[in-house]
């Protein structure tokens, strides 16, 4: 008896060659997120034994016969050096995994998209319309015009020109 079930149909996915390029695209690109995430909750994980282990490693325990009131020798330098390291591991892993989780959550692949999302959530654009349908005062635009001279080379029509408007 070999019947072979199709996993896919049954958690709902449809067969692959039916799917447009668009949604096979938007198939990839949210898978990358998510595994952008998990990678980043991986590590987070991993960070956080680690740090672990090094608070339970520095821990004061007495053998039987040791005395409890006199700790051992430690340095402070190699006490600060680890706290540090093992805290930026932990924070920047944790800042990784939330900024990942949130970029996943809203659909955003890059930093360039972040940025085009926020100037649309911040009313950018608006702002930005206005201030290009502006009108533009006469000093402005002899700036203007003499940037472009000079950008286009005609650096000494622009000279000569002032030249003759101070004579």
Not at 40 to 60: E, Q
Request: proline share 3%.
């Amino acid at each position: 008896m070999s019947s072979t079930y199709d996993f896919g149909k049954m958690f709902g996915r449809g067969d692959p060659s039916k799917k447009t390029d668009a949604v096979l695209k938007y198939n990839e690109r949210r898978f990358y997120q998510m595994a952008t995430f998990y990678g980043f909750t991986i590590a987070t994980y991993i960070a956080s034994k680690i740090a672990y282990r090094g608070v339970i490693k520095r821990r004061y325990n007495p053998t039987f016969y040791q005395h409890n009131h006199v700790p051992p020798k430690f340095s402070f330098y190699k006490d600060a050096m680890v706290a540090v390291t093992h805290s930026s591991l932990l924070a920047t892993s944790s800042m990784c995994m939330i900024v990942s989780g949130a970029f996943w959550y809203c659909d955003i692949s890059n930093l360039k998209e972040f940025t085009y999302r926020m100037k649309i959530f911040l009313g950018g654009y608006e702002a930005e319309k206005a201030l290009k349908n502006m009108p533009e005062d006469e000093e402005t635009k002899q700036i203007t015009d003499s940037l472009d001279s000079i950008l286009n080379g005609n650096i000494l029509d622009e000279f000569v020109e002032e030249t003759k408007e101070t004579k």
